[in-house]
């Protein structure tokens, strides 16, 4: 278990969490603002598929998938979706118990 290594290109913030003997496994399911963006980072880089990160963060694939998709619309490289800054139909109905139709 304390065996564990930061797998190569690992962000400096994240060598001493695997190396605490608990991996990447023991943080919160809800991942950080500033962790998405590291592994979106090494994502963009080309050097790895987003399946190799993934694999090497105990990601799942998706996941990261759609993290990359977001950094993208939130920079303007693609069009097909919401900026973090653009409100969904999903926060509308968690703050006024649902949406109205329109249509």
């Not at 950094?71 to 800054?85: F, M, Q, V």
Request: with cysteine; proline share 3%; aromatic share 6%.
């Amino acid at each position: 278990m304390g065996s564990q290594r930061a797998p190569e290109g690992c962000p400096a913030s994240w060598r001493a969490w695997v190396g605490n003997g608990l991996g990447l496994a023991g943080r919160s399911r809800r991942s950080s603002r500033q962790f998405k963006a590291e592994i979106v980072e090494l994502c963009q880089r080309g050097d790895r598929t987003i399946g190799q990160v993934a694999k090497d963060f105990d990601l799942t694939e998706t996941a990261v998938r759609e993290w990359v998709k977001q950094a993208e619309l939130d920079a303007g490289d693609r069009s097909d979706g919401l900026t973090s800054d653009e409100p969904s139909w999903r926060s509308c109905a968690g703050r006024i118990g649902g949406c109205v139709r329109t249509w």
